[in-house]
Nanobody
Framework: QVQLMESGGGLVQAGGSLRLSCVASESIFSISPLGWYHQAPGSQREWVATFPRIGTTNYADSVKGRFTISRDNAKNTVYLQMNSLKPEDTAVYYC?????????WGQGTQVTVSS
């Protein structure tokens, strides 16, 4: 019974930045791992980044050096800072979390990068 809600998407020019937010209905201390995925039209949903319970964050090769995943436990929120955006980043972005062995997804937020 975890609800995840993404926000922060929009239209941005190539080279610009966006920060996506995902607010969880439950304490994110109990949700791990937390991550971000994206899905372009007609494509499969792809993994983007993960914030594990322990250890370091992980990123898909396509976004390394440009995207940063972070969290604010007090706000029950995970973020995805996206810099140097490219048109190929255009997709619906979803946050994801696992709590007590169950996987949860948000509804997604649209990111569109123009050339």
């Amino acid at each position: 019974q975890v609800q995840l809600m993404e926000s922060g998407g929009g239209l941005v020019q190539a080279g610009g930045s966006l920060r996506l937010s995902c607010v969880a209905s439950e304490s994110i201390f109990s949700i791990s791992p937390l991550g971000w995925y994206h899905q372009a039209p007609g494509s499969q949903r792809e993994w983007v980044a993960t914030f594990p319970r322990i250890g370091t964050t992980n990123y898909a090769d396509s976004v390394k050096g440009r995207f940063t995943i972070s969290r604010d436990n007090a706000k029950n929120t995970v973020y995805l800072q996206m810099n140097s955006l490219k048109p190929e980043d255009t997709a619906v972005y979803y946050c994801n979390g696992v709590r007590y062995g169950r996987e949860y997804w948000g509804q997604g937020t649209q990111v569109t990068v123009s050339s």
